[in-house]
């Protein structure tokens, strides 16, 4: 009986071990909250939100613990004039390995500066699919911002390994906004928040005139980054296609956020994979990127000579 026990235990702590997608680091920083709160209050946030994003069950999918996605979360607070109540910024980071190298390709980089919650310490951080708003709004849209960025992590993830292979993820990002928490203070979820939030990100890659940019994702890793190992020149060439892509998409669709929300955090990157190109493949890259990525622009054209 004892054996039967042990075993049905082992079996249960690996189902656990294989379950998880989501490997995430998440820190809160909470220095320009001042010493009005109890700094425990904080780290036990911070843990709250690690073991909420890491041990729930985001897919239906079974993930080996080296295929679990690696991102980070950095949480930083302000102190509001409402007992418990914070404004935020979220900055999420997410990367992807690379076939045969130890390299991680940035998948996600971007800051979320609409965030606001509540929060008491020590209490429950409960999220349900089907009532994301929850019975208090400021408290549910801690954890509705915290999902949100879960399923937009699995949702890139998987559309760079497979063909719309992100879809369901990004629907089920949908359906939070689409009955995400509503009140004072609240903002991000709806298309009149700003021009680039959580609304406009997941409306881009879910709408049907925009479907080239998954095709821009899965060819920028998978048929991009993983073959150059094999085959650098051919995987060079279909970064260069990428750019084209992304250049008639910008053209038809100017100012749409997930063109600048691609390039986030790829500018290194981009650079190295051109750095070693023919010259007129590397001045093209060169104008394209410049165009492409104006934040970058300068980078580019001083390191793409």
Partial sequence: MQKIKLLFVLVFVCNIALGQEIKA???????????????????????????????????????????RIECQFFLNLQQTNELNVYD???????????????????????????????????????????????????????????????????????????????????????????????GRGISGWKAFDGVRNRYWLVENMTNSRYTIMHDVYYNYYRLG??????????????????????????????????SQFFFQGKSTELVKLFSKAPPQDKMRASEMLQRLDLTNAAKYKDELK
Avoid: C
């Fill in 88 to 182: 935020a910024s979220l900055t999420v980071q997410a990367a992807r390995p690379v076939f045969n190298t130890s390299y991680l390709a940035p998948i996600i980089n971007f800051k979320d500066d609409n965030f606001k919650f509540k929060y008491v310490e020590f209490q429950q951080l409960e999220f349900n699919d089907n009532r994301v708003s929850g019975s208090d709004a400021l408290v549910s849209n801690l954890t509705a911002v915290m999902a949100y960025y879960a399923y937009m992590v699995l949702a890139f993830d998987f559309t760079s390994f497979s063909p719309r292979g992100g879809d369901p993820y990004f629907v089920k990002a949908q359906n939070v906004v689409n009955n995400a928490p509503d």
């Fill in 225 to 258: 980054l993983d073959k150059f190992y094999e085959d650098e020149n051919a995987a060079r060439q279909e970064v260069m296609n990428v750019l084209n892509l992304l250049n008639n998409f910008v053209t038809d669709n100017p100012n749409k956020m997930i």
């Fill in 25 to 67: 680091h998440i820190t809160v920083a909470s220095n320009q909250v001042g010493n009005t709160v109890n700094p425990n209050v904080f780290r036990t946030l911070q843990k709250s939100l690690n073991t909420f994003i890491n041990t729930r069950k985001w897919t239906s999918e079974t993930f080996a613990p080296n295929e």
